[in-house]
């Protein structure tokens, strides 16, 4: 099974960026197709972005043109580069293949206040 640990979150003003990371262990990482999801107040986890091994990627619609998904399979990492950053986008971010397994990370949270 793949471990992940996300980091990279915190407080951030709007319009502003982030970057995020996930660090993956296992030894089947580079077969999956990467996801990151996202889980705000009151809502359900959604994901926001995937990526293929070979690097073709698909955003949902809330996020599209302002966020970009990325991988390194040599370094078992995928990445999350966060820009033009809205109130809407506060949640808890996790990475995961997709379709999700069971096994999350602890997440990392995304605060967007002014």
């Known amino acids: 099974q793949v471990q992940l640990v996300e980091s990279g979150g915190g407080l951030v003003q709007p319009g502003g960026s982030l970057r995020l990371s996930c660090a993956a262990s296992g030894r089947d990482f580079s077969l999956n197709i990467m996801g990151w999801y996202r889980q705000g107040p009151g809502k359900q986890r959604e994901r926001v972005a995937l990526?293929?091994?070979?690097?073709?990627?698909n955003y949902a619609d809330s996020v599209k043109g302002r966020f970009t998904i990325s991988r390194d399979n040599s370094k078992n990492a995928v990445y999350l580069q966060m820009n033009s950053l809205k109130l809407e986008d506060t949640a808890a971010y996790y990475c995961?293949?997709?379709?999700?397994?069971?096994?999350w990370g602890q997440g990392t949270q995304v605060t967007i206040s002014s």
């Open positions: 990526i293929t091994r070979s690097g073709l990627t």
């Open positions: 995961n293949q997709v379709p999700p397994t069971n096994s």
